[in-house]
């Protein structure tokens, strides 16, 4: 057997028993990683020259937050590298073009993402777009992400309420609660945005704080170390 008949067949190999699946065209390969306690860490890599449903939905939530005007084709062109590139750059993360593990973390179309949201009650979902609809109104849509982002990493943190109610109505730390905003209409990116940050999508690096400088004096967020500014808000540690 040729040393290229041989590859064959170990690609073959893989593909039928679930290890590795490539499209009808070259270019992309979705890898499975295999791991005897955990079957389902599934993660997909698309980059130029790609093909397929995976690229359909790169470019449909590339489309949905802005960065992508083309076609929703399935065709990994340089529209949709650039697009990729742009929002890796305004994520912080690798700016490669090509969409791995993380940027389809960050795009919430990881797997195991849905997961996450299923932890939470469409009550949760509701109210965290709420809280971001009344705090981030005329924020970039990054910028409402990262607010919703803030609500859950405070969730998680041992220093605040373990729900999002339980964070969203903790005495003083939303005053939106006590404003017009909080009975205006939840704008739909705000819905989205709420979709996104519990996908996984965190522009805020991880912060527990936010705030805008132009609207407060209070000496306590001042002092906090500032580890992202997006729009008017600065996040905080």
Not at 14 to 36: K, W
């Amino acid at each position: 057997m040729t040393l290229k008949r041989a590859l064959k067949a170990l690609l073959a190999f893989l593909i039928c028993a679930g290890i590795v699946t490539a499209s009808a065209f070259g270019g992309f390969y979705c890898y499975q990683l295999i791991d005897s306690k955990n079957q389902e860490s599934t993660y997909a890599l698309s980059k130029l020259g790609s093909t397929g449903d995976e690229v359909k939905s790169i470019q449909r939530k590339l489309s949905s937050l802005g960065y992508y005007k083309g076609n929703i084709d399935g065709i990994y062109g340089q529209a949709t590298k650039s697009a990729v590139t742009a929002f890796q750059r305004n994520c912080g993360i690798t700016v490669d073009g090509i969409c791995g593990k993380q940027t389809l973390l960050y795009l919430g179309l990881g797997s195991g993402s849905s997961s996450n949201t299923t932890s939470y009650s469409n009550s949760d979902v509701e109210l965290l777009a709420k809280v971001i609809s009344a705090e981030a109104r005329g924020e970039s849509y990054e910028g409402q992400v990262a607010v919703g982002a803030v609500i859950l990493n405070r969730v998680k943190h041992p220093s605040f309420p373990d729900s999002i109610s339980g964070v969203v109505y903790q005495n003083g730390a939303f005053s939106c609660i006590n404003d017009s905003n909080w009975y205006a209409d939840v704008a739909g990116s705000a819905k989205r945005a709420a979709v996104d940050a519990l996908n996984g999508w965190d522009p805020s690096g991880g912060a527990i704080y936010y705030f805008n400088p132009k609207k407060t004096n209070d000496s306590f967020m001042h002092s906090r170390p500032v580890v992202k500014v997006i729009g008017d808000h600065y996040f905080c540690l």
